[in-house]
């Protein structure tokens, strides 16, 4: 939503595999942002970036890579390292960190449903 | 980063004004106060920000008291479409740190 996209919507994945999941977002946002949601939780956050080429682990990164190629995109790896990895990712954006008057308002892409059978 | 605490449900009849509050007592200067709703299977949506005192737009208000310790989220004559779960969230205008996501209240509004 907002102009982030995420892909694909549901995606299934046998126990043991690697996963790739999208976002992409054309709002020129220098920051972005990896959440896994369980049912009836909140969001926890995986990884961040606020820079393109640089990253930082959220508060559950184990099993999870990310890659800051360009400044639009920014895929979340499922590792098979990842021993729970069935949940609904978010990923979002905000503007540029640290730029006075800047609010950190994140804006939300549609999600991925990910199931591991 | 100041923890926030807020109610895990409320429920409303269609057509009342339901208001979320949230506790923030550890809220620091530099702080916004931001309110996010939430759809099942869908990203969280920016409703609500505000800084002190009072916050309106086309969806909701937002009241601050003085103290800043906690804020209230205002719906007014809420439908069946607002049933959805709201977070509260506190955290300064730099954004070098994320922002934090709690569980959020969820609200079922009734026929």
């Given at each position: 939503d907002g102009g982030i996209t995420q892909s694909p919507k549901y995606l299934f994945r046998k126990e043991g595999q690697n996963v790739t999941l999208s976002c992409e977002q054309?709002?020129?946002?220098?920051a972005m942002y990896w959440y896994r949601q369980d049912p009836g939780q909140g969001l926890r956050l995986i990884y961040y970036s606020q820079i393109v080429n640089d990253f930082q682990k959220g508060d559950i990164a184990e099993g999870y890579s990310v890659s800051r190629e360009k400044k639009e995109s920014f895929p979340l790896t499922v590792t098979?390292?990842?021993?729970?990895?069935t949940a609904f990712y978010l990923c979002a954006s905000s503007r540029s960190?640290?730029?006075?008057?800047?609010?950190n308002t994140q804006y939300f892409g549609p999600g991925t449903r990910l199931t591991v059978l | 980063l100041a923890k926030t605490t807020q109610p895990i449900s409320m429920d409303s009849y269609e057509g009342q004004e339901v208001n979320i509050t949230c506790s923030h007592n550890?809220?620091?200067?530099n702080d916004y106060i931001t309110w996010y709703q939430q759809f099942p299977s869908q990203g969280p949506r920016f409703i609500i920000q505000g800084y002190k005192t009072k916050v309106t737009n086309e969806v909701a208000s937002l009241f601050i008291p003085a103290d800043r310790k906690s804020s209230t989220l205002s719906l007014p004559?809420?439908?069946?479409?607002?049933?959805a779960v709201y977070y509260c969230l506190v955290g300064d205008s730099s954004g070098n740190t994320p922002l934090v996501f709690g569980k959020g209240t969820r609200l079922s509004v009734i026929a």
């Open positions: 054309n709002l020129n946002h220098d098979s390292a990842q021993k729970n990895p960190p640290g730029l006075a008057g800047v609010r | 550890n809220i620091a200067t004559r809420v439908s069946l479409s607002d049933t």
